[in-house]
């Protein structure tokens, strides 16, 4: 990665800057901001075709975020102030919403009443409604699916009173394109692969297929079995074990070991148990702000590497611990280690703007992690409030009061262990409702993209190595600031100071 003067000379002198300290200077271009490429990396084997990933907290990352999210082409961290149990759920949704082939599809007994079905449905966070109906040799007798769900007004009715007889079905082997042509002609949603004696090998559903097929699924960030990914936060030590042991049994696709101080004993013992115990699922580990702890964390193993202490929009480390360091040299620093040891580094924390995710990306992150800029959104959990007339969502830190009392999930994180005796490390707040994921997405990625167009870089790697940068002074900043005019309309990626 090429030095970055402004950053070099801060490091020199002791400085530390952050994003607003600092832009990019623009460079020779020879291409448009639609055909630069964006793809970064969260961990050494989990890809995205955006860089951006959500934050692991109580009001940014559940399924819903982590859904809407991949499909767009980042990764949701779902975050750990659930049980176990339910954080599991909300992996399982994300990695059961789409599938391209199903391996093993989810089969119910002709004997099942509906009410038990539907009980299953709702204990293993299914968001699907086909289920192919077996007898009790085990071979494949009718299917169950949305349709004979909403039209049986009797849960005591067994699943042989209400399934579809005379199914189509194909052999194991038939092709994609084969199994899409045959449901297209024969109008049929759902195709069970048998074997000679009638037992079920797999299935396909028709949505998926198109999907495929027509090729709308380009922008989706997907495993090697064409599943949206997601990724889970955990704590440390053994209740961290048991849990990533829940999350890895769902398909989970990386594990973020989450702790407000990345550099401690407990989480390099916590990390080692992972990398043993889980072979061939990447644990990312955070957070940290200094080269020495990426080392020590590399060398213990980890995937990827979150960075940021106290840059958050609702974190008060800094002013309560009197620790921390400003996020871009933080970044910088962090990145010039990892990346000579093929570790990707996320920027976790602070950025308020798209024009702060090319900054980050070019001292050399991989990824950014947002909280504060996707919560509010209509896919972040919990309900839009109105006060004084305006639309609000809660946005809380996950070292606050709120999130801290009722939740070991939050308490670890910040090593606080009586629930009456709290420090916090931040604060609750309110956030303008931003609307739909996807809008936000589009103009993040659009601010990215023409900040690439600027430096002349056609991909994060040609970003690293062109972009420069000049420190800019407070009046630089007002500056780039609209100014000198009250703005009538807002725009869809401004929001002001
Ligand atoms: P934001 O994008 O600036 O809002 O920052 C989000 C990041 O802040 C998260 O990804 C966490 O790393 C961090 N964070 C979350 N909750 C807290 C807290 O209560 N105190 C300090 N940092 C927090």
């Not at 974190?315 to 093929?342: D, N, W």
């Not at 919990?382 to 004084?388: A, E, P, Q, R, Y």
């Not at 262990?417 to 956030?431: A, M, Q, R, S, T």
Request: proline share 3%.
């Amino acid at each position: 990665m090429r030095k970055k003067s402004a950053l070099e000379r801060a490091g020199e002198e002791g400085f530390a800057l952050t994003y607003d300290d600092v832009r990019l200077r623009s460079g020779f271009s020879e291409m448009m901001p639609h055909e630069v490429n964006v793809c970064g990396r969260f961990s050494r084997n989990v890809d995205l075709k955006i860089p951006i990933v959500s934050a692991a907290m109580d009001t940014v990352t559940e399924h819903g975020m982590a859904i809407e999210l991949a499909k767009l082409g980042g990764l949701g961290i779902v975050h750990k102030n659930l049980s176990s149990e339910k954080q599991a759920k909300e992996v399982a949704k994300v990695k059961l919403h789409l599938n391209g082939f199903i391996e093993k599809p989810v089969c119910v007994f002709e004997s099942d009443d509906v009410k038990s079905i539907l009980a299953r449905m709702e204990e293993k966070g299914f968001d699907f409604q086909s289920f192919p109906v077996l007898n009790d040799n085990k071979e494949l007798v009718g299917l169950l699916a949305g349709n004979d769900f909403e039209f049986c007004d009797d849960e005591k009715l067994l699943a042989r009173d209400v399934m579809t007889t005379g199914i189509l079905t194909a052999k194991k082997g038939v092709t994609i394109e084969a199994a899409y042509a045959i449901m297209k002609e024969r109008k049929k949603k759902i195709l069970p692969l048998v074997d000679d004696s009638n037992r079920v090998l797999g299935m396909y559903v028709f949505s998926d297929l198109k999907r495929i097929i027509t090729g709308s699924n380009e922008s989706y960030n997907v495993d090697e079995n064409g599943r949206l990914r997601v990724g889970a936060a955990i704590g440390v030590g053994d209740s961290a074990v048991e849990r990533a042991e829940k999350l890895v049994q769902k398909g989970v696709d990386v594990l973020v070991v989450d702790t407000a101080h990345g550099d401690s004993r407990a989480v390099y013992d916590t990390l080692r148990r992972l990398k043993d115990k889980f072979f061939g699922v990447d644990v990312v580990v955070g957070n940290v702000s200094n080269s020495d702890s990426v080392g020590r964390l590399i060398e213990a193993g980890a995937d990827g590497i979150k960075v940021g202490q106290g840059p958050g929009s609702i974190c008060t480390t800094r002013i309560v611990a009197g620790i921390g360091r400003p996020q871009l040299s933080a970044v910088y620093e962090c990145a010039k280690i990892a990346l000579e040891k093929g570790v990707p580094i996320c920027a976790d924390g602070g950025l308020k703007n798209s024009g702060d995710i090319t900054i980050a990306l070019a001292v050399g992150a991989s990824c950014v992690m947002m909280g504060g800029m996707l919560a509010g959104t209509e896919e972040s959990p919990g309900k839009t409030i109105f006060l004084d007339g305006r639309p609000w969502k809660i946005y809380r830190g996950m070292g606050s009061l709120g999130a801290m009392r009722g939740h070991v999930g939050s308490r670890e994180r910040y090593n606080q262990i009586d629930e009456n005796k709290l420090v916090p490390e931040g604060v609750e707040g309110k956030i303008a409702y931003k609307g739909e994921l996807a809008n936000i997405i589009f103009q993040y990625v659009g601010g990215l993209r023409s900040g690439m167009g600027y430096v002349g870089a056609k991909n994060l790697l040609e970003l690293r190595e062109k972009g420069d940068f000049d420190r800019i002074s407070s009046s630089g900043l007002g500056e780039s600031h609209p100014h000198d005019v009250s703005i009538l309309k807002d725009a869809p990626n401004y929001r002001g100071k």
